[in-house]
């Protein structure tokens, strides 16, 4: 197991105030699946801590987070919530936007982690409602090595 990885998965056994729901956070990974990526490992910290955060603080109260991890070097943060619309959800990565919520802050949790990963050459997708649920919020981290992955599948596939 990479030290990146043992850190990530250290950082995930520190309970974060206001976290201290019991059974709040689920981790979920698919026997045999390891994450790797090329990527600070601070960085990727404070990217997955700030989009669990969002999580707990902008979904339903209480209500479940999942982290999901594939294969790859794609990771699934996913709240329970309501829908955020459409033209709410595409602003929501740009500094000092925030959804309509009473929970604090200023719109800057997003924005820094689109930017860390896209300094890394990864992305981070939004989706509402999460990918099959009817509702809630899924970020989508998907690292530098997943899409060096998808490309290199759709060259061998591509029609020569």
């Known amino acids: 197991m990479s030290t990146w990885f043992r850190s990530w998965i250290w950082w995930l056994t520190i309970v974060p105030d206001g976290w201290d ?25 404070m990217v997955v801590r700030n989009l669990i955060d969002n999580a707990a603080n902008h979904g339903a ?4 987070i999942e982290v999901q991890v594939e294969q790859g070097g794609v990771i699934h ?16 990565k740009r500094r000092f936007i925030r959804g309509q919520t009473p ?25 509402s409602p999460a990918p099959g649920h009817d509702g809630g919020l899924e970020a989508r981290l998907i690292t530098k090595t997943a899409m060096a992955a998808d490309l290199a599948a759709a060259d061998k596939t591509a029609p020569r």
């Open 103 to 127: 929970s604090a802050g200023v719109g800057l949790g997003l924005a820094i982690a689109e930017t860390i990963m896209a300094q890394t050459g990864g992305r981070l997708d939004l989706f």
């Open 77 to 92: 943060i996913i709240n329970e919530g309501p829908v955020v619309p459409a033209e709410a959800l595409a602003g929501l």
């Open 61 to 64: 109260p209480g209500g479940r």
């Open 21 to 45: 729901e019991p059974n709040r956070i689920h981790y979920v990974k698919p026997p045999g699946a390891a994450l790797v990526a090329r990527m600070d490992m601070d960085a990727f910290a």
